[in-house]
Nanobody, 125 residues
Framework: QVQLVESGGGLVQAGESLRLSCAGS????????MGWFRQAPGKEREIVSA????????YYADSVKGRFTISRDNAKNTVYLQMNSLKSEDTAVYYC??????????????????WGQGTQVTVSS
């Protein structure tokens, strides 16, 4: 079991930055690939970024490449999403998700086993 708690969301202006954190509990965190998803009102939940359990491989959606950076600290059971140059279209609820047991990066919602409760990010233009 992995329990996930996101933090760091908020209201910012376009062009500003935010850093999201996702704290995990449970022994399986370091064996889990971690993903960040987001869901805007009226839209499907979509992958934003993911990082493999070792930290050695990452994935970014085209819409955030060059602006967002994912990282993890397995000693702290935490994964981060640094979001720079935020745009109004980044406004959404951001969710942290875990894919357990040393499996690789997944880009689909159904590939992840555990989810956090979400944190709101609002970017005003």
């Amino acid at each position: 079991q992995v329990q996930l708690v996101e933090s760091g969301g908020g209201l910012v202006q376009a062009g500003e930055s935010l850093r999201l954190s996702c704290a995990g509990s449970g022994r399986t965190f370091s064996r889990s690939t971690m993903g960040w998803f987001r869901q805007a009102p009226g839209k499907e939940r979509e992958i934003v970024s993911a990082i493999i359990w070792s930290g050695g491989s990452t994935y970014y959606a085209d819409s955030v490449k060059g602006r967002f950076t994912i990282s993890r600290d397995n000693a702290k059971n935490t994964v981060y999403l640094q979001m720079n140059s935020l745009k109004s279209e980044d406004t959404a609820v951001y969710y942290c998700a875990a894919r357990a047991d040393y499996r690789g990066i997944g880009t689909q919602r159904a590939m992840y086993d555990y989810w956090g409760q979400g944190t709101q990010v609002t970017v005003s233009s």
